[in-house]
Structures are given as C-alpha cells and as structure tokens.
C-alpha cells in the first residue's frame, strides 16, 4: 500500500534549544502533509512555518517503491522567535515498500489494484467483495475423488474454479533480506478455504497448496526482483449452519530484526463462498435425465450377482417409507438367509435387494416412456441421458435422487449435483457418472438415522423469481414438504433444510405435505412459464376442480363414461360413482401458505383437476398426477390420465389442454401408467432435469 508514515514534530533529543516553529520538505517521491486540530492550533498565514505543538502531525506519503534503502528523506527545519535562520534541522531516512493483497473486490471477473475496503464484504448492486467456487468438481482424470480433496493440482484447468489474488511486493531486494511476508489465514477458516502458489515452472506439478487445513500461514518465497506473486484460492466448503460463507487472507510484512517479530503492515481481503443455486421449471432445459429399467426375464426371475431369485411377487410401491423400514429391521426368511450366503452378501443387504427387485422390475420395461421423452427432447430443442440399469440398479426414480443446480463467480459458473441422502438403487450414479471436469457434486448425509421418503428430493422445488410484501427474492425462494406445523410428523432432515437456508438466496419455504403417502411436493404442484408479464403460473392439484368437470359432465349427460376406460386390469369408475365416492375428496391444507410466502393472487394459480385416494390414512394420486409433469420450456410431458372418454376424447385432456395452451404451452401426454404410476410415481418421479442458470448475479441481491 503506500506508505503512510506519520511524525511527531518534535522530541526531546531533536528539537534545538529555542526553536518555535518548524518548516518541513520532502525529497522526489514524497508527499508531505500537515495534519493538526484546528480548534487548538491556529494555522500559520503562509502555510509554512508551523507552530511546535502536540496537536500538529506530519503524515509523509509515499506513492511508489524505492530502488534502494533509505532514497527518500523528510527534512524539518527548527526556527526561533524571529523565524530568520533555522536553529537545526533534523532528517528521517526512509524505505518506500509497496505492499498490497488484490482479489477482484468489484466482482468484474479480474484482478485490479484496489486502495478501498478489501476486508468486508456487502451484497447489492452497489456492494463489494470477493467470491469463491467451492472446487466441488473433478478436473483430473486420474483421481477418483473432488479437487477440493487433493492438496495437490492434478490439472492445470482447475485454476479455473479458483479465485485469482494477486500480492503486490515492490521494493529494495536488500529490505527482504531483513524482513520477510507472510500469508496468513485464521484458524477458523483454514478448512474453509485452499490457497495454491506456483514456484519454480508453470506446470501443474509446480503448484502447491500453501494455505488450507494444514497450513495456516506460509512464509512468502519472494525472488530477487519480484514485485508480483499470483495466487489461486479455492473453497473447500458450502455455507452450512456452522459457516456463513465468509473467509479472510491476509499478508503481513514482518521485520526479522526484533523478537517477537513485528508486524510493520498488515492487509486483509474477504471472500464469500458461492451458494448453491437451484433453478425452476422456468429456466430452459439443457438435459433431460430418465433411468432405463431392467426387463424381467420370461421365466420371472431376477439375477443379483449372478445367482437366480425366486420369481415375482405381488406389485407394491416400494415407497420410501417401506425401504427405511427393511433398512432398519431386517426380516430376512430362511430362504433368503440360504442364498445371501450362496451369492457372498450379508442378509439384510441380499433382503433389500431380493424384494426391490421383485417389486420394482415386476412392472416391466419402460422402453415406450423411452421413446416418448426422447420425442419431448426433439421438441424442446435439449439432450437426452438415459441412466442404464447397470447404474440405477432399478431404481427409476432420479427425480428422488438429486437436485441439478450450479454455483456462479464472476470469473465462472459451472453446475452442481446435490445428492440427497435417500442411498438407493442410484446413490453411486451421481459420484460417478455426473461428477466430473466442470460438473460439481455436493451432499449431506444423516448423522445416526435412515432418511425418509421427505428426505427424497421430489419433495425438493424452487419457485421463479417472486416478490413478496416489497421484498423481491430474484431467484426464487425453494419450497419444500413437510408435516403439518405443530404436529410430530415427519420432517425433511435437519442437515438438509440447515445447507438449504443456508445459501441465503432462496429462502425456503416450508409446505404441508404429509398428508400424502409418499409426501413430496412434486405431487400436488409445478410451475409452468408464460410469456406474459407475470413469466409463469403455479399449477396445483384440484379435487374440487375435478369434481366440478364431472358434475359438468353428468350435467350433459355423461354420467355412465368410466375412468380408466381402455387400460387392462383396471376397474373401471364411472362419472357418477366417482361423484358419489367421498373417499375421493381430498382437498388440501398448503394453497394459503403458497399465495402468502410467494405473493401469489388467485389470477397466478391454476387448479389442475386430480383426485386423490386413501391408502394407509394417506392420500395417493386415483388416477395419474397431473401436476406431476416435465416441463421443458413451452413443452409439457404429462402423465396421461386414462379419464373418462366423451366424444372421442378424455375429458381430463381436453380440460388441462384449455387450461394451459392458451399460455402458450404445448401438452403431450405420456403413458407412465404401468412402469410409474402404479408404483406410486409419475413422469417428473421418474425424470430430471439440467436447467440454464440465472442470467441474475446472486450477489446482486440483497437476502
């Protein structure tokens, strides 16, 4: 920085006998000021001869390094009474050091010299700090595991994930040979935050990590002649409820000549770590992801580790709930004890896999849904990525495992997987085959617990950008499920809600949600964009509004047209059975909290008609989810309703098609029947989806 040296005018050994007054000068290179309290000294009419008193300082500042020790000096001249002659004259040496730590505080993607407040940081259009990416991804091809794991730099492209911090160290090599700089990070943050330093080449190898877990401070390797030294700074770890997301460096010129070593210059700079982000039905779609299933051989059997099981059972959900259950109490017969010890596994693990098996590829090959999303991905314009069964081990429903999202600095922006901690069929498939160079992965496990079905993250939404009572939330705010407030049901895992609210742009909002048998929010609304100002509307599921176009229906005389009319072994319910069945009547408790924690009006919402079952005191879709739906862009993959045919068409399409295509959205409907809904999911279960970021910088906002 420059140097700022401030003297005291006078001291006992300096002053000659007499003197009154003092004039002071600088050498080329010197800025000299006066600085003294106006209201206990009078200023002199020419500005050049000062009084002698303790209220007057002489701040000497000096804009540019020195070439060698001691080129500048600072002359005070002492005067009597009669100010003719100076009385004496005292003169200070001094070294000019240009000392400066420099992140990109402006957030304009570089470096650049800065003399302001480095050392907080502030949110806003108008607000400063640096940022830090986690270095969540994998660069190097050689080394299985994050970057942020590895000390050392396995390629040279993972600089780019970190934050450039450049230090200023200009001055007379023979200064160094007395004092040295030192880098330094508080024990606090030294597992928040890496810092690599090259020496010696330019190739991956030459990095080092100098400052992290277990280096606090690192002696600065300046070279003779060296007046700048490039840094790398990467974060190690999301905000959480343990850590706001801020860490501070900081470098020190010590002077090796005292014991203890003397600080003579300290300067701090601040960061914050980048949240996670996740991004809305609204955001255009980049990649459709779907799970390919296992088709069950002719003769019913299902092969684990090469040995036979026995043939299919009868088809039930193999909901969440159920599998936490066989996790934690493991019945296994004898039978199946006898050939866990056959294929080498223990029992509870060959258990869980025997009747996951039985149950979930007894519903056959989803080839057909294959090729319909394929057809939706043509249409919207985006990728398709078909997870196989070697990767999901049957488990179809990727939509429960994870959350795509992203995390965005000025220099680079690059996607991030959240992995929830359900640990089924598809746990290793985001390590393995998502995670990779440019694509982060981050997860939070359950300490001492099994994860329920809300712990799946179709029980995970995020709404488009809204704003609230005057307060505007420019990404969203998340939305997830939960018991009823005040109830013991179950809630979504502490150590998630915790890393969700604390990324501080999208405040959560909790939904009830347990009033449903497998409890995700997925289930009873979706967003969808519009063109219009409002950019998109909220669909819920309706039981009222169902009611209502079948009551519309028998009103036209359609009273005898059935549900479900053309699939196979499905009874069939008439319009006026339905009508009448009260066991269908299922409205729910969470439309208030909505229009309330989104600012919502009733010209935002469209009710989507649905009805709703009981099974196990809890409600499940009666025929498929309308809500639950793909959205890509204009284009929607909804589940097909198989409802009551009228002219032809299903009264339940043609209804959810005037609805939405006056918005301006395309409606296909998707038979998911067998492979999905009978299992108690639909279309947006069984997908996910890569979405575009924000074009809004989160640090724009103010949270």
Not at 243 to 267: K, N
Request: aromatic fraction near 10%.
């Amino acid at each position: 920085q420059p140097l700022d040296h401030v003297l005291s005018p006078f001291s006992a050994s300096d002053v000659p006998r007499g003197a009154e007054t003092f004039r002071v000068s600088g050498s080329s290179g010197l800025e000299v000021f006066v600085v003294y309290d106006s209201a206990r000294v009078t200023a002199p009419t020419d500005k050049t001869h000062w009084p002698l008193d303790a209220n007057v300082d002489v701040t000497v500042s000096v804009d540019t390094a020195s070439k060698d020790l001691n080129d500048l000096k600072v002359k005070v001249s002492y005067f009597g009474q009669h100010q003719g002659s100076a009385v004496g004259h005292s003169v200070l040496y001094l070294t000019g050091v240009d000392i400066s730590l420099d992140v990109d505080t402006h957030r304009t993607g570089k470096v650049k010299r800065g003399r302001g407040d480095k050392k907080t940081w502030h949110w806003g259009p108008e607000g400063y700090g640096a940022i830090l990416l986690v270095n969540c991804d994998r660069n190097g091809l050689r080394f299985r595991g994050q970057d942020l794991a590895n000390s050392q730099l396995t390629s040279l492209k993972d600089l780019q994930d970190m934050s450039p911090m450049v230090l200023t160290c200009d001055g007379p090599d023979e200064l160094f040979s007395s004092h040295k700089l030192v880098l330094n990070v508080p024990f606090s943050d030294s597992k928040r935050v890496g810092v690599f330093c090259a020496r010696g080449g330019n190739s991956a190898s030459d990095y080092r990590q100098v400052l992290g877990p277990q280096h606090l401070s690192y002696e600065v390797e300046r070279r003779p002649g060296e007046r700048k030294i490039s840094f790398y700074v990467e974060g190690l770890t999301f905000p959480d409820a343990d850590f706001l997301g801020l860490v501070s460096l900081s470098i020190s010129l010590m002077d090796t000549g005292t014991l203890p070593e003397v600080p003579l210059f300290t300067d701090t700079v601040a960061f914050r770590m980048a949240p996670w982000i996740m991004t809305p039905n609204t955001q255009p779609p980049l990649e459709l992801y779907v799970c390919r299933i296992l088709v069950r051989p002719r003769d019913g059997q299902v092969t684990l580790t090469g040995k036979a099981t026995p043939g299919p059972c009868q088809s039930i959900r193999p909901v969440e709930r159920a599998i936490v259950d066989l996790e934690r109490k493991p019945k296994a017969g004898k039978g199946v004890d006898k050939q866990a010890k056959e294929t080498g596994v223990d029992g509870a693990t060959f258990y869980l896999h025997y009747h996951l098996n039985r149950v979930i590829d007894s519903q056959g090959s989803n080839g057909k849904f294959l090729d319909d999303m394929n057809y939706l991905v043509w249409r919207a314009n985006c990728k398709l990525i078909i997870c196989p069964w070697t990767e999901n081990r049957n488990d179809r429903w990727i939509q429960d495992e994870i959350e795509f999202g992203y995390i965005e600095a000025p220099h680079k922006s690059f996607p991030v997987v959240f992995d929830s901690p359900r640990n089924r069929g598809l746990k290793d498939f985001p390590y393995d085959r998502i995670l990779g160079p440019d694509f982060g992965y981050v997860t939070r496990e359950i300490p001492f617990a099994g994860a329920s079905s809300l712990d799946s993250f179709g029980n995970l939404d995020v709404s488009p950008p809204v704003t609230v009572g005057g307060k505007e939330y420019p990404l969203g705010r998340i939305l997830i499920g939960s018991s009823f407030p005040k109830s013991y049901g179950q809630q979504m895992s502490k150590v998630v809600r915790d890393f969700l609210q604390a990324q501080q742009v999208q405040a959560p909002v909790e939904l009830y949600s347990d009033w449903l048998f497998v409890g995700h929010v997925d289930e009873f609304l979706s967003f969808v964009p519009t063109s219009d100002q409002k950019g998109f509307r909220l669909l819920l599921a309706s039981p009222s509004a169902c009611l209502k176009l079948f009551q519309e229906k028998k009103e036209e005389g359609y009273g005898e047209a059935a549900q479900f009319d053309g699939l196979k072994d499905q009874v069939k319910r008439s319009i006026n059975e339905m009508l009448v069945d009260r066991s269908l009547r299922n409205d729910s408790l969470y439309v208030q909290v909505l229009k309330r924690e989104l600012g919502l009006t009733e010209q935002d919402i469209v009710d989507i008609p649905q009805l709703f079952r009981m099974e196990r005191r809890k409600a499940v879709a009666f025929f498929p989810d309308l809500v639950n739906m793909v959205v890509l862009g204009k284009h929607l993959g909804i589940p097909k309703p198989f409802g009551p045919v009228i002219n032809g068409r299903c009264c339940l399409e043609e209804k959810v098609r005037s609805l939405l295509e006056p918005l301006g959205l395309h409606c296909t409907f998707i038979d998911d029947f067998t492979p999905y809904h009978m299992l108690h999911g639909e279309v947006h279960c069984g997908t996910n989806v890569r979405r575009q970021p924000f074009s809004f910088k989160w640090w724009h906002m103010v949270p």
